[in-house]
């Protein structure tokens, strides 16, 4: 139980154009999910908190309108990067927390985006 | 500054050896606790956390972790280590001020296996 999917896997793109990740959870209900952003051999940093039916919360420093965040059902959350430079990218990995009140993150295996 | 602190950047121990990576953590209340492993190019799968109760927690993979409040600390251990254990180890805490929501990592330790 608890797997967490993310589409695709890997995308690489020219700069200035827009790329959309999507992230599900396939077997639980996630009222809650959040998005990270890895640089190589470095951890994880939180970008933002998506909620179910509502706007999502950017951590500071992170460009809302460049990272545009939806959560429009209980198991889908994407992630849109807009008019992507090379700098945007990295390791995005979502995860999503049981709606159960469970305070468990599960993640998903990450997308891979290369911005040319 | 609230801060979850992995001092080994990288750990090599020889297949069968034990193993134990460190965890420390700097906030005030308890936070909730975990340990996350990371294959290259993979995502985070959940190894054990603790919330509350037993201060020794056991995980899959063989791997356990005892909560040491006196010294803020959330030691990942393993008896035995394989040579498929070698991959990416992340502590990290669900910060007591976001009601426990918000995770923040160390910077995470690479164990390497040798024969």
């Known amino acids: 139980g608890a797997v967490v999917s993310q589409h695709p896997s890997w995308v690489i793109c020219k700069s200035g154009t827009s790329v959309k990740i999507e992230c599900r959870s396939l077997?639980?209900?996630?009222?809650?999910m959040f998005w990270y952003r890895q640089f190589p051999k470095q951890s994880l940093m939180l970008m933002a908190t998506s909620n179910e039916g509502s706007k999502a919360t950017y951590e500071q420093g992170v460009e809302k309108d460049k990272f545009l965040i939806n959560h429009a059902s209980l198991t889908l959350s994407t992630l849109t990067v807009t008019s992507a430079h090379p700098e945007d990218s990295s390791f995005y990995i979502c995860?999503?927390?049981?709606?159960?009140?469970?305070?468990?993150?599960?993640f998903g295996p990450g997308t891979r985006l290369t911005v040319l | 500054a609230q801060s979850v602190t992995q001092p080994d950047i990288h750990i090599t121990v020889s297949e069968g050896a034990s193993l134990e990576l460190r965890c420390n953590y700097s906030?005030?209340?308890?936070?909730?606790l975990f340990w996350y492993v990371q294959s290259p190019g993979q995502g985070l799968q959940l190894l054990l956390k603790?919330?509350?109760?037993?201060?020794l927690v056991q995980g899959i993979k063989g791997f356990e972790a005892e909560f040491k409040r006196s010294q803020s600390s959330f030691n990942l251990r393993k008896p035995s280590v394989h040579w498929s254990d070698a991959a990416e180890y992340f502590c990290?805490?669900?910060?007591?001020?976001?009601?426990?929501?918000?995770?923040?990592f160390g910077t995470g330790t690479r164990l390497l296996v040798s024969p």
């Open positions: 995860s999503a927390r049981d709606r159960s009140g469970e305070n468990t993150q599960y």
């Open positions: 077997d639980f209900q996630a009222t809650t």
């Open positions: 906030y005030g209340a308890t936070p909730y």
């Open positions: 603790y919330f509350s109760g037993d201060t």
């Open positions: 990290a805490v669900g910060a007591p001020g976001t009601g426990f929501q918000k995770l923040v």
